[in-house]
């Protein structure tokens, strides 16, 4: 008990213990208590291993992670959102992937975020506009995944969040600090609904360890518990329709939009990696296809045993990341309405000629997009113009292994801080669909994979990922991140972390964030070594030092005696625990 409290405090730790016994699953009995959470606030942590401790299963605990999480970190994801998650099923050692991704609605058109004059819209003009709010997805992603894998009934996972949102939540340190640093400036006190419940009568923001209670919340958590499609049809959706339409710059979303959503079962991609197979979320999510890009051209380069302390390995790692994010840019979107070279992409001897790039001592002065393999002709390689999307960090993210060895990981958004700024209900609604081009052509007037439509769904950087044996096919990792397009480069960072470096989750976690979309690289500079930014300058690369990175890596990992070992990102409030 005191070793919970002491990780509770410190928001940062590696907590492990020995994993209980593994029995068969099945929907008429509860599961043995063990496994362990690693989410980005304690009261969620602390809901899923309540369900866990009730003998409910991963999917069973994600529903009590998820929704307080909404909760309590409303500023990253939420009822109003999406989510992309992977369920490994210990009993076939299968996985299935659930696309909960919002959908733009029948009203969308490719220049929803143009102005009168043709132009993009201002960045937070386009975000705080009804036409930023896609059909959100995340709810009935978590009811399909349950109706195939839960143990416990659907309305057992709302019970804690409903019991938090009556008797009230102290207000966390993050949500308290992003209030009064950005509430105003994002315009958040812009709606009423939104400004009632994140400020004070007097206008200031709620302070850290204010008591806030969210009854509305409670109530369509209750709603929710005895209908899965109540966010999607009736009184709610009518509401959510209501807001959206709200200026300023209302938007086209209908009852119907909402009605006719529903999240779908896709097949991972999974690609071998050394002695391990990584799999991830599909398109439109680019995670699968742009970490397995980065881990397959990696295992072409020659990591020294110096591991994060040599600079040539940060480098090999900055070289695959760049070539990835130009071929994720010019690609991937939604596969229901474009085609995704993901087998091209991700071909042998593709990877190889895009590893051939990269020298051991010096940096590729530009990295193009490159034609993958024969899966285009070579007129629709040269339809797709470049796509440079702006995605915000207001996400969150978190990994739950239960008794009997099922896992779940989960990304899930509402996308920007605070997302569209529209709140009904007791939560705020997406602006997902700003994850799309805004200017739906590039400079060269081609049209760009990711340019909104109606019905598709926005490119997402979300990146559930597990990590598996390659003989036993067993559990081995499952990690993942909030962080916009970042999300590709925090992802990988921890399974070279651990896979190639050697490191613990926490470990791998602490490491530096370095994110190379493009020719010029971000580093993390205050975690750095010392001589890594003056090391990488020497080869070439153009480093942009940055002081931090809104990250929220959650990774655990099951070592070869069925010990948990969990990590949790310290630029968060995370924290690791089992029941």
């Known amino acids: ?28 009995a509860r599961l043995p208590v063990g496994g362990m959470v690693a989410a980005a606030n304690p009261m969620a942590v602390e809901a899923g291993l309540k369900i866990l401790r009730q003998g409910g299963n991963a999917v069973d605990a994600a529903i009590a992670v998820q929704t307080t999480l909404g909760l309590v970190e409303p500023q990253s994801s939420g009822l109003g959102g999406g989510a992309f998650m992977l369920y490994y099923n210990a009993r076939d050692k299968s996985i299935t992937a659930f696309d909960g991704r919002e959908t733009a609605p029948a009203g969308a058109s490719a220049t929803m975020f143009l102005d009168e004059s043709g132009k993009p819209l201002p960045f937070l003009e386009a975000v705080n506009s009804g036409n930023s709010v896609g059909v959100p997805g995340a709810i009935d992603m978590l009811s399909v995944a349950h109706g195939k894998f839960g143990v416990l009934p659907w309305k057992a996972g709302f ?59 409670a109530e369509t958590l209750r709603a929710i518990a005895a209908n899965p499609r109540a966010l999607l049809e009736g009184p709610i959706a009518r509401d959510i329709v209501a807001a959206v339409h709200l200026p300023p710059r209302p938007g086209t979303l209908t009852a119907e939009d909402l009605a006719a959503y529903h999240a779908r079962v896709r097949e991972p991609i999974c690609r071998p990696y050394k002695n391990w197979r990584i799999c991830g979320a599909p398109p439109p999510s680019s995670g699968g296809v742009a970490i397995n890009y980065i881990m397959d051209v990696l295992a072409y380069e020659h990591f020294t ?50 590893a051939a790039l990269i020298s051991p001592d010096h940096a590729i002065p530009h990295v193009e997009p490159g034609p993958p393999e024969a899966v285009f002709s070579p007129a629709e390689l040269k339809k797709w113009g470049k796509d440079n999307t702006r995605e915000i960090g207001g996400t969150t993210h978190f990994v739950i292994v239960d008794g009997a060895g099922n896992v779940v990981t989960m990304t899930t958004t509402i996308e920007s801080l605070f997302g569209s700024k529209r709140f009904t209900h007791g939560f705020l609604l997406n ?29 997402s950087s979300m990146s559930p990922t597990l990590v598996m044996d390659r003989k036993s096919g067993e559990f081995y990792m499952g990690t993942g991140s909030p962080g916009g397009n970042s999300i590709i480069a925090y992802t990988a960072k921890s399974l070279v972390g651990v896979l190639d470096w050697g490191l613990t989750p926490q470990q791998a976690i602490d490491l530096p964030n370095v994110i190379a979309r493009g020719d010029i690289t971000r580093v993390e500079s205050r975690r750095a070594a010392p001589g890594l930014v003056p090391a990488l300058r020497a080869m070439g690369h153009q480093i942009k030092e940055v002081t931090g990175e809104w990250s929220g890596l959650h990774t655990i990992v099951r070592k070869a005696d069925g010990t948990l070992v969990g990590g949790a990102d310290p630029r968060r409030e995370g924290v690791a625990l089992q029941p």
């Open 1 to 28: 008990m005191k070793r919970m409290i002491v990780c509770l405090f410190l928001g940062l730790v590696a907590c492990t213990a020995q994993q209980q016994g593994a029995p068969q699953e099945t929907a008429q």
């Open 159 to 217: 019970a804690p969040a409903i019991k938090l949102a009556e008797e009230g939540f102290a207000v966390p340190e993050r949500l308290a600090m992003l209030l009064k640093t950005y509430g105003h400036k994002l315009h958040l006190d812009g709606n009423a609904a939104a400004r009632d419940y994140f400020f004070l009568p007097d206008g200031s923001p709620l302070p850290a360890g204010y008591l806030r209670q969210n009854p509305d919340y």
């Open 305 to 354: 045993p110096a591991g994060a302390a040599d600079p040539q390995n940060w480098h090999y790692f900055i070289e695959a990341q760049r070539l990835a994010y130009a071929d994720r840019d010019q690609y991937v979107a939604d596969d229901a309405f474009v085609t995704v070279p993901v087998k091209g992409l991700l071909g042998k001897g593709y990877i190889k000629s895009r």
């Open 431 to 459: 602006n997902q669909l700003t994850d799309f081009a805004r200017w739906p052509w590039d400079k060269d007037g081609k049209p760009l994979a990711n340019a909104p439509a109606p019905g598709k769904r926005p490119r």
